[in-house]
């Protein structure tokens, strides 16, 4: 084989295992990024039509872990990429969750929060108040 070839073919080794490196070293990066979220309860409204999920998400070491609620139909499945949630508190914390009615809801957490990150007033048609 010429010198030619031997060089290209070096060439194109080296290019096959940088890509190969730069894609093992994304998955493994990816992964220690990853949040776990754990469903911890739900909470049905008067006539079981609605639900307030709540979860514990925690990120890793450099991301404090906290506790999110969020109003899911029934027969739906919750999913912590597409369904939003109407609050956001610093930790895990034990929720507290009356429906007043199909159209509103109290929340508060114990012990109470030392940080909100979020806290809507909102949840689609359903009116939050926190205590």
């Not at 010198?3 to 080794?13: D, N, Q, S």
């Not at 990024?33 to 754990?38: I, K, P, T």
């Not at 949630?85 to 929340?107: N, Q, Y």
Request: aromatic share 10%; net charge positive.
């Amino acid at each position: 084989m010429s010198r030619r070839r031997w060089i290209a073919l070096i060439a194109v080794v080296l290019v096959v295992a940088g890509f190969l490196f730069v894609v093992l070293a994304d998955i493994i990066m990816n992964g220690f990024g990853a949040c776990r979220v754990v469903r911890q309860r739900a909470f049905a409204s008067p006539s079981g039509s609605q639900l307030v999920v709540v979860v514990w998400k925690s990120c890793g070491a450099t991301v404090p872990d906290s506790t999110q609620a969020s109003i899911i139909a029934r027969g739906r499945t919750f999913s912590p990429e597409s369904t939003p949630t109407f609050v956001s508190v610093r930790g895990h914390l034990e929720p507290v969750v009356v429906w007043s009615s199909e159209r509103a809801v109290r929340v508060g957490f114990i012990p109470g929060p030392d940080q909100i990150y979020k806290r809507d007033p909102r949840a689609g048609d359903v009116a939050v108040n926190y205590e």
